[in-house]
């Protein structure tokens, strides 16, 4: 993202717009308020190379900050904003960076965080003692743009909220803005993504999928429409609201909205013409659900945040290969490994593994090379005929029970399917017999009785569906299931009061 590239031709056209308050930017004035912020910083001392970490909601601050970084040789890190101040402490050990920005109502928990006699330029976007005043600061900067710019890097951490911190940079390509390669460029020309398009992003900014997609939206002198937060009634007056052509999604999202009351009464609008999900296997049933009703405009992408590599598949080819998350794109390879790391034919269940082109630009720095090797995230799943991949699950959640191999999404998937169903987890649990038995926390349509003749209902609805050593043993019930706001499902937090000791 270059904000002058398109501000030269289209200043007035609007790059960023808040869909609940409608603020906005335009190109001419993200560029500007950019440049202020890249002085800003060299006059601080902070040079190319160096990390600037935002710890901040999705507000109208962000594509400035994002943008000046791009723009200044920084390794530009959005990190969580839900993390504790000890769980932000120890990223901000790791990113050691020079200038911080945050907001008003997450600043105290940055105070907390820092380290003692730091020398981190601290902005705040709210005026709050101990922290540089954004706005202030930078208004008295020229709007011109400083002489050494260089582009930028994007840093994403793994782990949410749990875990040592682990980063994946990109590696600083030593070029001008104006001369870097287009992100995702397959992924672009399959979306359609042009000046014209208004895409709704409704995910928390610093998740892999909405900071990418924005990118790739600004730079080809699009809109992004930012939801402060999502709520799936919201989402879908936003749509009409400001003209959305394009719509990146999580399946949980679009669970969501197929559960909105009356929904078949919502209006849909003729602009919007392309969606896409992403961030977990969208369930064959959501994705039928969402065509029947929006048009057969429901495209999926699966990839790593780490930029490993990605597969995309169409909303038409959906139709043919269900369940399927798509082919790789441009020069990357897809594999499937035993244990042993034995390749497999096709249609057998083993390790996912991409093999990244050796022309790929933006590589993580830790890799040493582009051809240094194959790249897993620790998925399972399998190849069809056709190359399309199938996700059969994470390899950390994998249940094994009496010696065989389970695989939670396979189930998750078939109690999607019974109408009473609104949300699903399945994982494994102690078992003294089998090692493992498999459990499911069903989260239930208003209406629906939480008690044990449903219970039953269920497991005997999986196995009619599936064989039988796949149905769960036993189902409890939750008001919510717990997602992390990226719309990830917290397996891990749910699971874990099933493996304490008595």
């Not at 200038?99 to 730091?118: D, M, Y």
């Not at 875990?163 to 870097?180: D, I, M, T, Y």
Request: charged share 20%; net charge negative; with cysteine.
């Amino acid at each position: 993202m270059y904000p002058p590239a398109i501000a030269v031709d289209r200043p007035d056209s609007l790059a960023f717009v808040m869909a609940a308050s409608g603020t906005s930017l335009t190109y001419r004035q993200l560029d500007e308020q950019s440049n202020q912020l890249a002085h800003l910083l060299r006059a601080h001392g902070v040079q190319a190379g160096s990390s600037l970490v935002l710890v901040m909601e999705n507000r109208i601050e962000w594509p400035v900050v994002v943008a000046a970084g791009m723009r200044s040789g920084l390794y530009v890190t959005p990190v969580n904003w839900h993390l504790t101040a000890p769980e932000l402490a120890a990223l901000l050990a790791e990113a050691a960076p020079a200038v911080i920005v945050t907001s008003g109502s997450l600043a105290a928990s940055v105070n907390a965080a820092l380290p003692e006699n730091h020398a981190i330029v601290t902005l705040c976007t709210d005026q709050i003692d101990g922290f540089a005043h954004l706005a202030t600061e930078i208004a008295s900067q020229p709007t011109s743009r400083i002489a050494d710019e260089l582009f930028g890097a994007r840093v994403l951490y793994s782990g949410g909220t749990t875990g040592r911190p682990k980063a994946f940079r990109q590696k600083l390509l030593g070029v001008h803005p104006s001369e870097a390669p287009t992100r995702h460029a397959g992924l672009v020309e399959k979306l359609g993504i042009d000046a014209g398009t208004v895409l709704l992003s409704p995910a928390p900014n610093y998740h892999a999928a909405p900071f990418t997609f924005q990118l790739m939206t600004m730079a080809a002198g699009g809109t992004v429409v930012c939801m402060e937060r999502f709520d799936a009634a919201a989402a879908m007056t936003a749509i009409i609201e400001h003209g959305v052509t394009h719509s990146q999604w999580v399946p949980t999202m679009l669970l969501r909205i197929l559960a909105l009351p009356d929904r078949q009464s919502i209006t849909l609008s003729p602009a919007h013409t392309t969606a896409v999900t992403s961030g977990a296997p969208c369930p064959i049933e959501v994705k039928d659900e969402i065509n029947a009703w929006w048009g057969p405009i429901l495209h999926e992408y699966y990839g790593a945040s780490e930029g490993y590599g990605h597969t995309y598949i169409s909303a038409t080819e959906s139709a043919d290969h269900p369940g399927s998350v798509g082919r790789p794109l441009g020069g990357t390879r897809v594999h499937i490994t035993d244990d042993a790391d034995q390749l497999l034919p096709t249609g057998e269940i083993g390790r996912v593994w991409f093999e990244p082109p050796a022309s790929s630009a933006y590589v993580n720095s830790a890799d040493t090379t582009t051809t240094s090797g194959w790249k897993s995230m620790g998925d399972r799943g399998y190849l069809d005929k056709d190359g399309f991949l199938y996700l059969a699950g994470r390899e950390s959640f994998m249940i094994i029970s009496g010696g065989v191999n389970i695989y939670p999404e396979e189930i998750e998937a078939a109690l999607l399917r019974h109408p009473d169903v609104l949300d699903v987890a399945v994982f494994g649990i102690p078992d003294p017999e089998f090692g493992e038995q498999v459990k499911a926390i069903v989260e239930l349509r208003e209406s629906v009785e939480p008690d044990e003749a449903t219970a039953a209902v269920l497991i005997d609805h999986c196995r009619r569906h599936l064989a039988t050593f796949k149905a769960p043993r036993s189902v409890d019930f939750v008001d919510q299931l717990p997602r992390l706001p990226t719309g990830k499902l917290n397996k891990k937090a749910l699971r874990s009061p099933y493996l304490t000791t008595p």
